[in-house]
């Protein structure tokens, strides 16, 4: 399979610690997302390194036995280890505070402590067997104040620091499932609810692992993923997850279920709002998108995977040590290994190969696996780096050999201008409040976040019908049918339209170069943002019949596109430039030299640099 069959990726750099062994032991940290590795219990050096800081925190401590837990509080202000299963030490890493450690044992007798989790800089929780505690740490006094305690039966515990929830797994069975939210040192008690066992447990011991729970924050909501073994419907065949939808007000529901169609063992993450479900027999992972429209039963939504399952793109493991020392070539990395832990959102780490590595969704090769193009552009809408791969889409649409029929390109500008609309009244109801003088009464007030899914009339003009008009080849009829299906697409969304675009029909329909240019006069705005865009290109030529057909180029900086024109590295584009605006100093001035307040001497020094003084045109003289 060639590179673009794989949608998904390890990302290129990833954090490089010493690979577990019986000397090492290896932890990660999900709310800090830091990998610690701890030599000797601590003795000989305990190594920290982050996605983010390519400058691990070393220190040493004291062996006093194994390590069970180890963690810094967010900002690494506060380090916290556990060694028992009734206390848990902390060392302060401030500037100029105490370096004594501290500890503090859990306050309800013959409690096992499970783990902990912090939820601030210094905000702390214990989980025990017992129940939850809620610590507040005052690193100055090296001591810790208690917040709040519950008493609960606990079988294992699971973290989400992105929303800061903690779910508790109760009673015989495991799957009544108790959540805790925290926030600025207060714990609130979210209602509880029962994971769906597949069939009546046979007997009555744990039968829902933490395996097979997930936490993950979907499209700004908390859900929980369970990854059910057996379907409940004894015609489906295969696993399942269902999804739980985690209101902070309100009961948890069942919203979703993703049709695996296949058994085995799975690991989940979640990468730019996709669930990724990870298949260790087969060495291949799907992806299901919740947005997307699935079959509805009256209570809860199936989904199918967006897409046929593939692997993950083979990866190469750099060889470290200096460069001319690795001259070996990089050593495959074996996928899928039973080594690899998952954690969410998109983190896999290989403990045996000392690697962590982010999931990356990769989107130019998905436009090849999904023919419907208008599910294509469901899909890429909702996705993060979606712009330049939905304007190489619509281009594609318009070309040979994959045209488009013009009901789907009109489907497709719907989708788009849909999306513009929505930013456009967001954006004008924040300008409006703004005016109105709500901005200081209302601090939630916040400007419109404008993502790559906003595709204006200029991002269409530019990346999509100037090149697709400009098509010697097409046919005259088809051209003005999708500039016409855009401009009605538009006017449907109530957006008024560019005067780029009618000058782009201006060649198949004269009447819209006039149109234009009044509309023009009235938006100048636009056209400033379009040559920007055009030079940005390095489309110098475009930029400048763009201007010159709207009548713009006797007040141009000459100086800006020869400046363009300079960096194409493209010697006769430049003496073009240059020839034009010569030519118009010429016209307007009756001299083709350049004034002292156009700054171009650089370029005139370039021009006879290349061309010869000779070159230079000469003033006309009648």
Avoid at 433 to 454: F, K, W
Avoid at 459 to 480: G, N, Q, R, W
Avoid at 548 to 570: M, P, V, Y
């Amino acid at each position: 399979m060639g590179e673009e069959d794989y949608y998904l990726e390890l990302c290129e750099r990833p954090v490089h610690f010493e690979k577990a062994n019986p000397v090492n032991c290896v932890f990660f940290d999900e709310a800090n997302k830091q990998v610690f590795a701890v030599r000797s219990g601590g003795a000989t050096g305990v190594v920290v390194k982050g996605p983010d800081d390519r400058n691990p925190i070393s220190f040493r401590m004291e062996d006093k036995g194994e390590v069970k837990c180890i963690k810094f509080s967010l900002e690494n202000k506060i380090l916290a280890v556990q060694r028992t299963s009734k206390t848990v030490e902390f060392s302060n890493f401030i500037p100029d505070s105490s370096q004594l450690e501290y500890t503090q044992e859990c306050k309800t007798k013959n409690a096992n402590i499970l783990g902990f989790c912090w939820t601030s800089s210094t905000e702390i929780v214990f989980i025990t067997d017992q129940g939850i505690e809620f610590y507040q740490v005052l690193p100055e006094k090296r001591n810790l104040k208690l917040l709040k305690s519950q008493n609960i039966n606990v079988n294992w515990y699971m973290y989400c620091p992105e929303s800061a929830v903690i779910l508790l797994s109760t009673t015989v069975l495991g799957n009544v499932l108790q959540p805790f939210y925290f926030r600025a040192g207060t714990m609130s008690k979210l209602p509880k609810f029962e994971i769906e066992l597949p069939a009546a447990p046979k007997s009555t011991k744990l039968n829902l692992s933490e395996r097979d729970i997930a936490m993950a924050t979907i499209y700004g909501q908390l859900y929980v993923l369970f990854l059910r073994h057996h379907s409940r419907t004894s015609n489906s065949t295969g696993a399942e997850v269902v999804l739980y939808h985690l209101p902070r007000e309100g009961a948890c529901k069942k919203t979703h279920i993703l049709k695996l169609s296949r058994t085995g063992k799975f690991a989940l993450n979640v990468v730019d709002n996709l669930v990724v479900v990870h298949h260790q027999d087969t060495e291949t992972s799907v992806i299901f998108d919740i947005k997307l429209r699935g079959e509805f039963d009256g209570t809860v939504t199936f989904h199918h995977p967006v897409l046929p399952a593939r692997s993950i793109q083979p990866y190469q493991i750099p060889v470290a040590g200096p460069a001319p020392v690795t001259s070996q070539s990089p050593v495959p990395c074996k996928l899928y290994s039973s080594s690899w832990i998952v954690f969410q959102p998109d983190i896999i780490i290989s403990a045996s190969q000392g690697y962590l590595w982010n999931l990356q969704v990769k989107l130019q090769p998905i436009v090849n696996l999904l023919p419907d193009k208008g599910r294509l552009m469901d899909f890429l809408l909702q996705r993060k780096e979606c712009k330049m791969v939905i304007l190489s889409v619509c281009s594609q649409m318009l070309s040979e050999p994959d045209r488009a029929s013009l009901p789907m390109i009109a489907t497709v500008f719907d989708k788009l201008n849909h999306e513009y609309k929505r930013y456009l009244d967001a954006e004008q109801s924040y300008m409006m409040a703004v005016e109105a003088g709500q901005s200081r009464s209302s601090p939630l007030l916040r400007r419109p976040v404008r993502t790559q899914a906003v595709i204006d009339q200029s991002d269409m003009y530019t990346h999509v019908l100037s090149p697709f008009t400009e098509k010697k080849a097409m046919p005259h009829k088809f051209v003005i049918a999708v500039l016409m299906e855009y401009i009605r697409s538009l006017n449907q969304f109530q957006i008024p339209v560019q005067a780029c675009l009618l000058l782009s029909l201006e060649s198949f329909y004269p009447p819209a170069h006039q149109l234009s240019l009044d509309m023009l006069k009235r938006l100048s705005t636009a056209n400033d943002e379009i040559v920007e865009v055009l030079l940005s290109k390095h489309q110098v030529l475009a930029a400048l019949r763009f201007i010159r057909g709207i009548g713009g180029h006797d007040n141009i900086s000459a100086r800006k596109f020869l400046d363009a024109a300079k960096q194409t590295e493209d010697n006769m584009l430049f003496y073009t430039i240059f020839r034009f605006f010569e030519q118009r100093n010429q016209r307007l001035r009756g001299s083709p030299n350049f004034t002292p307040g156009e700054h171009c001497e650089e370029h005139v020094a370039f021009f006879k640099q290349v061309f010869g003084e000779q070159a230079l045109m000469r003033p006309t003289t009648f």
